[in-house]
Nanobody, 130 residues
C-alpha cells in the first residue's frame, strides 16, 4: 500500500514560486496516477493538477494552467508540483493523492473528482501574501 508525504509548502509573496513534493513509500508510482488537490477552510477539496504515470498524460485545472507544472522523477518515487506566478487565491493546504485503477484514474485526473479510492497524504500549507 503506497503512503504519501507532501513537503515544500511555505509562505511566499505574490508572483513568487514554490515547488511542492509528494514522496511515496511502500511502493513506487509506476502504475499510479497522482493528483494535487487544495483545500481552504469551509470549502471542498479542489483539483489542481494530475499526472498519469501509466502514460505520462498530465492534466491542469483552468485556474492554474500556464502557472503550474506537474512532473515525476525518473525513479517514479516522487511527484513534483512547480508553481509560479503565485496569487493570493492560491493560498490553501495542498494534498497529493494516488489511485491505480482505471475508473479512479479517469475520475481523479480527467474530472478532478475526490473519489473514495484516493490515498491521500497529510498535506502541506501554502500561503501567498504580501
Amino acid at each position: 500500500q503506497v503512503q504519501l508525504m507532501e513537503s515544500g509548502g511555505g509562505s511566499v509573496q505574490p508572483g513568487g514560486s514554490l515547488r511542492l513534493s509528494c514522496a511515496a513509500s511502500g511502493s513506487t508510482l509506476d502504475y499510479y496516477a497522482i493528483a494535487w488537490f487544495r483545500q481552504t477552510p469551509g470549502k471542498e477539496r479542489e483539483g489542481v493538477s494530475c499526472i498519469n504515470n501509466n502514460n505520462g498524460q498530465t492534466y491542469y485545472a483552468e485556474s492554474v494552467t500556464g502557472r503550474v507544472t506537474i512532473s515525476t522523477d525518473n525513479a517514479k518515487t516522487t511527484v513534483y508540483l512547480q508553481m509560479d506566478s503565485l496569487k493570493p487565491e492560491d493560498t490553501a493546504v495542498y494534498y497529493c493523492g494516488a489511485v491505480n485503477d482505471a475508473l479512479s484514474v479517469q475520475a481523479m485526473c480527467a474530472g478532478f473528482r475526490n473519489v473514495d479510492t484516493i490515498k491521500w497524504g497529510k498535506g502541506t500549507p501554502v500561503t501567498v501574501s504580501s
